[in-house]
């Protein structure tokens, strides 16, 4: 089963610094673009960062300059560190990106979502 799992939410202090993970399974060939959206209680999911198969990035305009988002396609994973945190972060991320993967005997492309997780920072 092709899946996107997040990890590495928590509750961090103002200034503090999380690293979330989003890690593909199952019979993967490779993530395509990738994002990071978020939604706070009361408010539309927004972009955080997103960065395509190229590893080129961009930001939403709320996190520049503090957070980066990675990519590491041996491991098929996506990475958001997030430092210099401040109590608007908060919210549930979740992870989305472009999957291509194998199954009875051809490759499909399919837009998957994570489960999302929670970033609690304390002022």
């Known amino acids: 089963q092709v899946q996107l799992v997040e990890s590495g939410g928590g509750l961090v202090e103002a200034g503090g610094s999380l690293r979330l993970s989003c890690v593909a399974s199952?019979?993967?060939?490779?993530?395509?673009?990738a994002s990071w959206y978020r939604q706070a209680p009361g408010n539309q999911r927004e972009l955080v960062a997103a960065?395509?198969?190229?590893?080129?990035?961009n930001y939403g305009d709320s996190v520049k300059g503090r957070f980066t988002i990675s990519r590491d396609d041996a491991k098929n994973t996506v990475y958001l560190q997030m430092n210099s945190l401040k109590p608007e972060d908060t919210a549930v991320y979740y992870c989305?990106?472009?999957?291509?993967?194998?199954?009875?005997?051809?490759?499909?492309?399919?837009?998957?979502w994570g489960q999302g997780t929670q970033v609690t920072v304390s002022s």
């Open positions: 989305n990106a472009g999957l291509t993967y194998y199954s009875r005997d051809k490759y499909w492309t399919g837009d998957y």
């Open positions: 199952g019979s993967i060939w490779r993530i395509n673009a």
């Open positions: 960065v395509d198969s190229g590893g080129t990035s």
